[in-house]
């Protein structure tokens, strides 16, 4: 019989490991090689490709037979709507996640990409780690964005309109996500506490009418001035980080 000492010393077996989630996926896209390469990668890594297609008709029979976790969708298989295409795939399953592949010389028109209904974002460019890393992300339940995206958008100085609208403090946080930072190193950083960031944050998805983090540092992507600015540097009184001698970097982190 266990005495009170040995249940206290007794050791316990360790929980088991949380299993990783190996998803399906369906693979659209025009150019077989570039198909073949990303279905090796995936393979690789353990997930399961249902299916290759190279036209929008076949790629829709694909899902209702294959009933994929998540189907991934080059643009030159959405031609120039690409909207329509991801509408397209809803109404044939819902519950599945969308991945949208661009190519880099489409990166323009990444402002517009923002508000489809996708959960993830790569380049066709990206290294065999971002291919990777995004569909375990997205197999996980999250959303993302190609870390490289940013550097190909060209979009409208949107600097006098986002300065117009948020006030200096909002400015820097706006800035300081842009780059990356989380809320609690933007805190760190501006000598605020996580629940003041939090509140920063709300403020400004409703001032600039976006819902979530990465639209926001997408969206002010060359409105923030390149100096970095230490917790310790005075803000410049007149400026709010966009495009200020005194601004604080970029930021992109968790909302």
């Known amino acids: 019989m266990a005495t009170a000492g040995s249940l206290i010393h007794e050791k316990h077996p360790p929980p088991p490991a949380r299993t990783r989630k190996l998803a399906t996926l369906v693979i659209a896209s025009r150019h077989d090689i570039v198909s073949a390469g990303i279905q090796a990668l995936l393979q690789a890594d353990g997930h399961r490709v249902a299916a290759s297609c190279s036209e929008e008709d076949d790629l829709l029979s694909s899902v ?11 643009d030159n298989v959405a031609r120039q709507n690409a909207a329509t295409t991801v509408s397209r795939l809803r109404m044939h399953r819902r519950s599945m996640a969308i991945i949208l592949l661009l190519e880099e010389r489409h990166a323009t028109a990444t402002v517009g990409l923002l508000d489809l209904d996708v959960e993830g974002i790569l380049l066709s460019g990206a290294p065999a780690r971002s291919f990777i890393d995004c569909v375990r992300c997205v197999s996980d339940g999250g959303k993302w964005v190609d870390p490289d995206l940013v550097r190909h958008l ?15 403090r909002e400015g820097d946080v706006a800035c300081l996500v842009s780059h990356g930072l989380s809320n609690k190193e933007i805190a760190r950083e501006l000598n605020l506490t996580e629940g003041t960031v939090k509140m920063h944050l709300h403020h400004i998805y409703e001032k600039l009418n976006l819902s979530c983090r990465t639209q926001l540092a997408l969206s002010v992507t060359g409105a923030c001035a390149p100096t970095p600015m230490s917790s310790n540097e005075e803000h410049n009184p007149a400026g709010n980080g966009f495009n200020s001698p005194a601004a604080v970097p970029p930021a992109n982190g968790n909302s």
Do not use: N, Q
Not at 64 to 69: C, I, L, S, T, V
Not at 159 to 164: N, Q, S
């Open 64 to 74: 209702d037979a294959r009933r994929p976790d998540i189907t991934l969708l080059a």
């Open 154 to 168: 060209v979009v409208v100085d949107p600097a006098p309109l986002i300065a117009d609208t948020l006030t200096s």
